[in-house]
């Protein structure tokens, strides 16, 4: 705390990302990235691109890779929005499209169990939101979002828990709100693990024309394994996306650098490499979830990159604990009805192998605990 910040700081709750260690000494299943590496022909564009051209601005429009989404999401360049990654392009997302709190204005949606930054936007733009409680089974029930709202938000597949809403919930929701004039946003930064290559099986992507209050929320961090280029991307009608320049422009015209715009088109140009790995990704997930099973854990149907798991009559406190001594580095979110939960993002066979060892190890532990 200090005398000097205004009241909009002071205010702030800040979100607080996942460890990132400096040593190399724990299987990292705590921040959802990718095992791969990138596509080589990523590293070959950024080895390119690191030239004597960086004494120049990079393209503020990002053109050329507007472009390279465009055509692999079918949809227009005027219809892209390229930011420095997901979690800005969701921070522009809030400052255009939802109102501030006056005392008009009525509260944005969002589930109560859901990606923790969607209230810091709200915080830091002081707009009003409302949580929607999930079902008991962690669902997300469209019914609760056809109310007045000053816009709904959606992460789909939902985190932590991995779980998918059908498209036809979020077309409802969408149209119900298009009536209020509202906006729907979609993030689906892990729309791709659930099938195919970058777009995904549930992706409300092909509907941004026909929805004219619809967004949908991309990022290459986790499907393009390139969470350190921070490249992420809204998909919407024209004017949506101009009401996304015009908070860009009043804030830094040039969100993504030459290296980040190189490398991401280079990505986004091999598709065979990528569909690829998320099919190994989403294999190794369907294991791990078979195999926690066999260990007795209850872990959620994600159809993300990660599994939200908890076993009967252990802390997720405690489980966080006894995997981190053992050198497995999960998420723990210390929150009401989620505390008895592990987030583990899905790493490679071997990964998930010293990870389940782990498991294992711990359980044996206890069970040595109290035969004393
Ligand atoms: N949305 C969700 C649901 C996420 O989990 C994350 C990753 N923490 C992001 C967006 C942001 O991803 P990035 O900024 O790396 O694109």
Redesign the pocket.
């Known amino acids: 705390m200090s005398v000097y910040w205004n009241g909009r700081v002071r205010a702030l709750s800040p979100y607080v990302p996942g460890e990132q260690p400096k040593d190399g000494v724990f299987i990292k299943l705590n921040t959802?990235e990718n095992p791969y590496p990138p596509s080589p022909l990523v590293l070959e564009a950024l080895q390119k691109a690191a030239g004597e051209k960086l004494r120049l601005y990079p393209d503020p429009e990002s053109r050329e890779l507007r472009e390279a989404i465009a055509a692999a999401y079918q949809v227009k360049p005027e219809q892209v929005f390229a930011g420095n990654?997901?979690?800005e392009t969701?921070a522009f997302v809030f400052a255009a499209f939802f109102e501030a709190g006056t005392s008009a204005a009525l509260p944005v949606l969002f589930p109560d169990i859901t990606?923790s930054f969607y209230p810091v936007y709200a915080g830091l733009w002081r707009v009003p939101f409302r949580t929607v409680p999930v079902g008991k089974d962690f669902s997300v029930n469209p019914e609760d979002y056809l109310v007045p709202a000053g816009g709904v938000v959606l992460?789909n597949p939902n985190?932590p828990t991995g779980m998918v809403l059908e498209t036809a919930g979020i077309l409802r929701i969408a149209e119900y709100q298009a009536g209020a004039g509202r906006v729907v946003a979609v993030?689906e930064?892990?729309g791709a693990f659930t099938g195919g290559a970058f777009l995904g099986a549930a992706s409300a992507a092909p509907y941004i024309e026909s929805h004219p209050n619809l967004l949908t929320v991309h990022?290459l961090?986790k499907m393009g394994a390139l969470?350190g280029l921070?490249v992420?991307f809204v998909l919407g009608r024209e004017e949506l996306i101009e009401g996304l320049r015009r908070v860009r422009d009043s804030f830094n015209s040039y969100p993504l650098d030459r290296l980040a715009q190189a490398g991401a088109v280079a990505a986004l140009s091999d598709a065979a490499y990528y569909g690829e790995i998320l099919r190994r990704i989403i294999a190794t997930r369907e294991r791990t979830i078979a195999s926690l099973a066999a260990l007795g854990f209850e872990t959620l149907p994600s159809q993300a990159n990660f599994v939200f798991t908890r076993y009967p009559g252990k802390s997720g406190a405690e489980l966080f604990t006894g995997l981190r001594e053992r050198g497995i580095l999960v998420r723990h979110f210390n929150k009401p009805g989620i505390s008895d939960f592990l987030r583990v993002t899905i790493g490679t066979d071997d990964e998930m192998a010293g990870f389940l060892e782990a498991c294992k190890s711990m359980l044996l532990l206890r069970g040595k605990k109290r035969q004393r």
């Open positions: 959802n990654g997901s979690d969701l990606y992460a985190a993030d930064a892990y990022t961090s969470a921070r992420g």
